[in-house]
């Protein structure tokens, strides 16, 4: 477990796969995760399997929580994680409304930024944002991502096509070339 001041990020249990079920089917969060068919129960219980071994499968869910309570408040993933030239995606969703612009997602990045870096010794993060996502653009760059890329017409929603930012992080500092 990764314990901040507010909130904390837990690994993904069985007892998760019917909340982890209806966010993932929950059609308002399909635009920001390129999801175009509902998920079954049963490839959410493999999700978690596959999960309990990063160096295997290259990904891990953490569930994100506040300190006072169980209930999940939402999801931040680390996927496509590559050891040997140390770096990984990342992706975060806040399932309800009440709950963002709480500083929830900010204090579940720090924390998984000092893990990716102190923990996983990966040396870069990456994360991909649809151009009209404001909020994520702050909350990233406020974090001091650097947006190192545009793709342009590079995804469909509903008929409408979006650019996609990529956005990287520096963990350790660049060797010289």
């Known amino acids: 477990m990764l314990k901040g001041n507010n909130i904390y990020l837990r690994a993904v249990e069985k007892d998760d796969a019917l909340t982890l079920f209806q966010w993932e089917n929950n059609t308002a969060n399909w635009k920001v995760s390129n999801t175009e068919i509902p998920f079954s129960m049963h490839s959410i219980h493999q999700l978690i399997e596959q999960q309990s071994d990063l160096r295997t499968s290259g990904q891990l869910r953490f569930i994100i929580c506040q300190n006072e309570s169980t209930t999940p408040l939402g999801t931040l993933d680390i996927y496509d994680v590559n050891f040997k030239h140390g ?10 409304d009440q709950d963002k612009r709480k500083g929830i997602a900010r204090e579940s990045l720090k ?4 893990y990716c870096r102190d923990i996983l010794d990966l040396a870069n993060l990456q994360c991909f944002i649809h151009h ?6 702050a909350l990233f760059e406020h974090l001091e991502f650097k947006r190192v890329g545009e793709k342009i017409n590079w995804l469909v929603f509903k008929g409408k096509r979006f650019h996609e930012l990529t956005y990287q992080l520096c963990l350790k500092e660049p060797s010289s070339l």
């Open 87 to 96: 770096f990984a995606s990342i992706g975060i969703l806040i399932a309800t």
């Open 111 to 114: 924390l998984l930024i000092n």
């Open 132 to 137: 009209d996502n404001e909020a994520s653009i």
